[in-house]
């Protein structure tokens, strides 16, 4: 078995714990469970001016089972649940501050192949990720689904390069079910 903890200060702060248990010696299947808490400011703008910021909390918790498919890479499937609530830090409550939680299916692929975390000079990684549940604002509550992705990609420009450029695309697809039943 093996916890892992992340902590994070800074303006950003978090605390992330996972319990990964491998289902046999040597075996690609594992078990996961994790949690984090974490706040970060999230601003609102008219136009160019900051008029308010919110202090995001975001707390998931989950259970995945999955498949190791190499060092570098994993699948996990899994049920999550997250609470999200914004508070008013800064500003004229213009949106009141509001609690969201959601509940559901997820099903993730992660691909590691970068020589440094922090800053990489080659290399790649990449992630996908599917959720599928429902999702509580203030009392309403809908059937969700998004889909998430993050690719980094950082070249190697020349074996003594000092200098480093590095590429990244990140989407976010999101829609209700119940709008595309129909098709």
Do not use: C
Not at 62 to 73: E, H, L, M, N
């Amino acid at each position: 078995a093996e916890w892992t903890n992340a902590v994070e200060p800074g303006s950003t702060r978090s605390y992330a714990t996972e319990l990964y248990q491998p289902l046999g010696v040597g075996s690609p299947w594992f078990v996961s469970a994790y949690g984090k808490a974490s706040r970060e400011p999230r601003y609102l703008y008219d136009e160019d001016r900051r008029i308010a910021e919110y202090s995001l909390l975001y707390e998931p918790v989950g259970v995945d089972i999955g498949y190791a498919a190499s060092r570098y890479g994993e699948i996990r499937v899994g049920y999550r649940y997250a609470h999200y609530r914004a508070d008013l830090e800064i500003g004229t409550p213009l949106i009141t501050s509001g609690k969201l939680s959601e509940q559901g299916a997820s099903l993730l692929a992660r691909y590691d192949r970068l020589d440094n975390p922090f800053f990489p000079r080659t290399g790649f990684n990449g992630m996908l990720e599917v959720f599928n549940g429902t999702q509580t604002f203030d009392g309403d509550r809908r059937d969700i689904t998004r889909i998430y992705g993050d690719f980094l990609q950082a070249p190697q420009l020349d074996a003594n390069a000092q200098m480093q450029f590095a590429r990244r695309a990140t989407w976010v697809y999101e829609f209700e079910p119940s709008i595309v039943e129909g098709f």
